[in-house]
């Protein structure tokens, strides 16, 4: 058994909060899956995790996303650094799609 770890956003205040945010867990997923990802953008390395950990494994990849949208919400009075950060997750969040063959589910 593989050891997995989920992602929650609460407590993100802004787009540079979320980039780090993202690249610690990313990080950490690294680390606990034994994978090195060959990518620094988020989106690409997250892509490239979900494909790889399935590969390693022979396993499809469960995926668990707590809070997903309350670095927006937190932000819904400020337009701008709402829009910015939703467009920032949207890139994120497209990887899941595009990796649907390697995925077992998503929460």
């Known amino acids: ?60 990849t469960v995926i668990i996303i707590d809070e997903y949208d309350k670095p927006i919400l937190d932000n819904i009075e400020n337009v701008n650094i709402a829009i910015e950060i939703r467009e920032y997750l949207k890139r994120f969040y497209t990887e899941i799609k595009e990796n649907d063959a390697y995925i077992r589910f998503c929460l």
Not at 23 to 43: R, T, V
């Open 1 to 60: 058994m593989r050891l997995r770890s989920g992602i929650s956003f609460g407590g993100i205040k802004g787009i540079e909060d979320l980039k780090l945010y993202l690249s610690y867990q990313l990080e950490l997923a690294q680390a606990s899956l034994g994978i090195k990802c060959k990518y620094e953008d988020n989106a690409l390395c997250f892509s490239e995790l979900i494909k790889k950990a399935s590969k390693k494994d022979g396993a499809k």
